[in-house]
Every structure is written in structure tokens, then in C-alpha cells.
């Protein structure tokens, strides 16, 4: 399924959580947080008031309970305001 985003909306593809913690503890299931970072894979046009800063491919910070999460199949995806994104992370 494509997704189009309308307006100042894009779509997120979260991230994998991390498994194991920086001092090499091993996370069982349920005490793995909610991934925050996610990759944007669309962007809406934008609106006469809001420009668009996010592109494709940008890797991003959005906040913990932003947006509406969608199942493609055995993928999610996560749709939400632009202003719900919090930070692009730049290498």
C-alpha cells in the first residue's frame, strides 16, 4: 500500500528498538521502550501557513505518542503532523 500524505502530515517507518543496553544487557520483550527514531518514507505537499522541512530519508525524533500507527502487512507505519516530529538526526 502507497500512502499519500495530506497536508503537513508525513509518514514514519519506526525504527528498531534496541535489544541490548550500552553495557550489553540483553532487554527481554516487554522491557524494550517504544522506539522514537524513525526514517520519513512520505511527505504531504504542506500548506500555504506550514513549509515542509522533512524529507525522504531523513532519519528523525518524534514525540512518544505522536500520530496514528497503520499495518501494511507485517510493516507499521506511524502517520502524524510535521510539528510532531521533534528533530531530524543528522550523521
Not at 32 to 48: C, F, L, M, N, S
Not at 63 to 89: F, H, M, N, P, R
Request: glycine residues 8%; hydrophobic residues 40%.
Amino acid at each position: 500500500m502507497k500512502l499519500l500524505p495530506l497536508g503537513e502530515r508525513v509518514v514514519l517507518k519506526p525504527l528498531a528498538a534496541e535489544e541490548t543496553t550500552k553495557s550489553g544487557i540483553v532487554l527481554p520483550g516487554a522491557d524494550k521502550e517504544k522506539p522514537q527514531q524513525a526514517e520519513v518514507v512520505a511527505v504531504g505537499p504542506g500548506t500555504e501557513d506550514v513549509k515542509m522541512e522533512v524529507k525522504v530519508g531523513d532519519k528523525v525524533i518524534y514525540s512518544k505518542y505522536a500520530g496514528t500507527e497503520i499495518k501494511d502487512g507485517d510493516e507499521t507505519v506511524i502517520i502524524c503532523s510535521q510539528k510532531d516530529v521533534l528533530a531530524i538526526i543528522e550523521a
